[in-house]
Each structure stands twice: as C-alpha cells, then as structure tokens.
Nanobody
Framework: QLQLRESGGGLAQAGGSLRLSCAAS????????LGWFRQAPGKEREFVAR????????YYADSVKGRFTISRDNAKNTVFLQMNSLKPEDTAVYYC??????????????????WGQGTQVTVSS
C-alpha cells in the first residue's frame, strides 16, 4: 500500500509563497500519477494540480494556473507544490493523492487510490 505524508503547510500573507512536499513510501512511486487537492471549510474537496508518472505532463485548476507549480522527484519519492502569489481564497487543507492510472486529465477525487492526511495552508489578507 502506498503511504503519503504532506508537509510544508502553514501561515502566509497574501502575495507570499509556500512550498508543500509529499513524501511517499510503500510502493514504487514512479508507477503513480500524483495530484494535489484542497478542501476549504464547508466546501467539497477540489482538484488543484496533477503530474504524470515521470513528470512530462501537468494539469492545473484554472484558479491556480500561473501561480502554482507541481513537480516531482522520483529518486526521492516526493511530489511538490510550489505556491506563489497566494490569496486568502487559497486557504484550505491540502492533500496529495496517487493515481495508478496515468491517463491524462483524471481530475476527480474518486479516481485517486491513495491519500495523505493533509496539511493546513492559511493565507491572511
């Protein structure tokens, strides 16, 4: 079973930056596409970004495009989310997730098999 653990969340001011990391263990990391999702209080979990198995393809939600960058280091079994130009509406718990299917544009919560426990990101205005 693949285990995922996020880190790097915290408090940032609007316009600032944070870098989230998600370390994986348990199964071959490079056989999974990885995604980042977020869930704000009272809202459903939503897609943020996705990266293919070897990092050739990435997808972003329109709300973060141009501000967030997803990347991965398969040698270190880690996926990253660099978040720049943060806005108060980016406040949420951020989750990384793994999808054994590498087909493009799999953006739904139910399409991911493994999830981390989440890390809180709070952006103050």
């Amino acid at each position: 079973q693949l285990q995922l653990r996020e880190s790097g969340g915290g408090l940032a001011q609007a316009g600032g930056s944070l870098r989230l990391s998600c370390a994986a263990s348990g199964l071959p990391f490079s056989t999974y596409a990885l995604g980042w999702f977020r869930q704000a209080p009272g809202k459903e979990r939503e897609f943020v970004a996705r990266i293919s198995r070897i990092g050739l393809t990435t997808y972003y939600a329109d709300s973060v495009k141009g501000r967030f960058t997803i990347s991965r280091d398969n040698a270190k079994n880690t996926v990253f989310l660099q978040m720049n130009s943060l806005k108060p509406e980016d406040t949420a718990v951020y989750y990384c997730a793994a999808d054994p299917i590498n087909t493009s544009q799999r953006l739904g919560v139910g399409q991911y098999s493994y999830w981390g426990q989440g890390t809180q990101v709070t952006v103050s205005s």
